[in-house]
């Protein structure tokens, strides 16, 4: 009975460091070098490191859809996102559009949505096609382009955007405008129920939240225990070039055992307790 309870702890021992080596890394903190762009969108990373989503630069820059994000999962048990950003150039006669949306997703969810007024994020029917918004998501929008048909509160604004739906929980119009006043700094905390943002021009955070909404279990939107994170960014009739310029998410560790532990450790206690049972069977008889 003995050899036996020592060879199956052994075999679920091996099993254990198997399934954990073979486990997809959460990680708990990424930086913009984490982010990659998506193969196939306009996003491209710049020689000096800088994440570039659109560029007004092209023979035609217009309809433009950028994405990029995480190389791994990260925890959104609670977190802290900090990065800057800026927009530049337009298209003469149109003006200049759209801006980007920094993006926490399911990792099985689409990177991207509409061009124009979906930031490369959300549901919209633009010049260019009807698109879906991405799933499972909570998007962060910085838009400076005024679009009424989804509730926009002006022409240059942040506001809080849950599963790739571009009618906002919450808006706060933003003033100048984020155009050619860059770089601008971006704060997105999570509590584990209030989601909170705030911008400036300056790298100091602002005292209190500009933006918050009560999202609750974020792992519920999400419907997964980790998640994607990055941007999206796009141009329609107006047209500029966004860049993200830094970046740095951070969650905070839970201090508990990874799950393959705990299993190992529940069927190992049931063993000991089955063996330690059957001796005092024996000395019994």
Same mark, same amino acid.
């Given at each position: 009975?003995?050899?036996?309870?020592?060879?199956?702890?052994?075999?679920?021992?091996?099993?254990?460091?198997?399934?954990?080596?073979?486990?997809?890394?959460?990680?708990?903190?990424?930086?913009?070098?984490?982010?990659?762009?998506?193969?196939?969108?306009?996003?491209?990373?710049?020689?000096?490191?800088?994440?570039?989503?659109?560029?007004?630069?092209?023979?035609?820059?217009?309809?433009?859809?950028?994405?990029?994000?995480?190389?791994?999962?990260?925890?959104?048990?609670?977190?802290?996102?900090?990065?800057?950003?800026?927009?530049?150039?337009?298209? !003469?006669?149109? /003006?200049?559009?759209? &801006?980007?949306?920094?993006? #926490?997703?399911?990792? +099985? $969810?689409?990177? *991207?949505? @509409?061009?124009?007024?979906?930031?490369?994020?959300?549901?919209?029917?633009?010049?260019?096609?009807?698109?879906?918004?991405?799933?499972?998501?909570?998007?962060?929008?910085?838009?400076?382009?005024?679009? !009424?048909?989804? /509730?926009?509160?002006? &022409?240059?604004?942040?506001? #809080?955007?849950?599963? +790739? $739906?571009?009618? *906002?929980? @919450?808006?706060?119009?933003?003033?100048?405008?984020?155009?050619?006043?860059?770089?601008?700094?971006?704060?997105?905390?999570?509590?584990?129920?209030?989601?909170?943002?705030?911008?400036?021009?300056?790298?100091?955070?602002?005292?209190?939240?500009?933006?918050?909404?009560?999202?609750?279990?974020?792992?519920?939107?999400?419907? *997964?225990?980790?998640?994607?994170?990055?941007?999206?960014?796009?141009?329609?009739?107006?047209?500029?070039?966004?860049?993200?310029?830094?970046?740095?998410?951070?969650?905070?560790?839970?201090?508990?055992?990874?799950?393959?532990?705990?299993?190992?450790?529940?069927?190992?206690?049931?063993?000991?307790?089955?063996?330690?049972?059957?001796?005092?069977?024996?000395?019994?008889?």
């Amino acid at each position: 009975m003995k050899k036996q309870l020592y060879a199956t702890l052994f075999m679920l021992g091996c099993f254990g460091i198997t399934s954990q080596a073979h486990a997809v890394p959460v990680l708990n903190s990424v930086t913009l070098d984490d982010i990659a762009p998506t193969p196939g969108s306009s996003a491209t990373k710049l020689p000096d490191g800088v994440l570039q989503l659109t560029d007004n630069s092209l023979s035609d820059p217009a309809y433009q859809i950028g994405s990029a994000y995480s190389t791994s999962p990260v925890g959104i048990e609670t977190f802290n996102a900090t990065f800057s950003f800026q927009y530049s150039g337009t298209y !003469p006669f149109h /003006g200049s559009a759209d &801006g980007i949306v920094f993006v #926490i997703k399911n990792p +099985g $969810s689409p990177a *991207s949505g @509409g061009d124009g007024g979906g930031l490369g994020y959300g549901a919209i029917a633009t010049g260019n096609g009807t698109y879906t918004g991405i799933p499972n998501s909570v998007g962060i929008e910085f838009d400076n382009w005024y679009n !009424p048909e989804v /509730g926009d509160p002006s &022409g240059n604004h942040i506001g #809080i955007n849950v599963n +790739g $739906s571009m009618v *906002s929980q @919450g808006t706060v119009d933003i003033s100048p405008e984020f155009n050619g006043q860059g770089p601008w700094y971006a704060w997105v905390d999570y509590d584990g129920s209030l989601l909170s943002v705030s911008v400036s021009q300056t790298n100091l955070k602002p005292a209190s939240a500009m933006l918050s909404y009560n999202i609750g279990n974020i792992q519920s939107v999400i419907d *997964s225990p980790a998640a994607m994170v990055g941007f999206t960014g796009s141009t329609g009739w107006a047209t500029q070039t966004q860049q993200v310029l830094s970046f740095d998410y951070y969650d905070p560790p839970l201090a508990v055992p990874e799950p393959g532990t705990l299993t190992l450790l529940g069927v190992g206690g049931v063993l000991v307790s089955l063996w330690t049972r059957r001796n005092r069977q024996v000395i019994s008889d």
